[in-house]
C-alpha cells in the first residue's frame, strides 16, 4: 500500500517562506514523476510543480521564479520552497505521485496572512 505523508504546512505571513515535504512509502514501481497541487477554496485543483525522476520540472506560470520544486530519489521524497508568498496562496497543498497510476496525499493547510 502506497502512502504519500506531507508535512511543513502552516500559518505564515505574507512574504514569508515555507517549506513542504512529501515522503512516499510502499510499494510500487519507479515513480515518473512527482509534485504538488493546491487547492483553494471554492476552486478547482490547480497545479503547482512536478518533478520527474530525472530532474525536469513544471511550474504553474504564475509561480515560477516564488516556488521550487526538488526532490530526494534516495528518500522517495519530494519538497516544495515556497518563499514571498501572497494571502492568494493559501489553499491546502496536496502531494502527487505517477507511479503506473495517480497516487495523492492526504493534503496540508497552508495559510497566508495579509
Known amino acids: 500500500q502506497v502512502q504519500l505523508v506531507e508535512s511543513g504546512g502552516g500559518l505564515v505571513q505574507a512574504g514569508g517562506s515555507l517549506r513542504l515535504s512529501c515522503a512516499a512509502s510502499?510499494?510500487?514501481?519507479?515513480?515518473?514523476?512527482m509534485g504538488w497541487y493546491r487547492q483553494a477554496p471554492g476552486k478547482q485543483r490547480e497545479l503547482v510543480a512536478t518533478?520527474?525522476?530525472?530532474?525536469?520540472?513544471k511550474y504553474a506560470d504564475s509561480l515560477k521564479g516564488r516556488f521550487t520544486v526538488s526532490r530526494d530519489n534516495a528518500k522517495n521524497t519530494v519538497y516544495l520552497q515556497m518563499s514571498t508568498l501572497e494571502p492568494g496562496d493559501t489553499a491546502i497543498y496536496y502531494c502527487?505521485?505517477?507511479?503506473?497510476?495517480?497516487?495523492w496525499g492526504q493534503g496540508t493547510q497552508v495559510t497566508v496572512s495579509s
Open positions: 502527487y505521485m505517477f507511479a503506473g497510476r495517480d497516487y
Open positions: 510502499g510499494t510500487f514501481f519507479t515513480d515518473d514523476n
Open positions: 518533478i520527474t525522476w530525472g530532474g525536469s520540472t
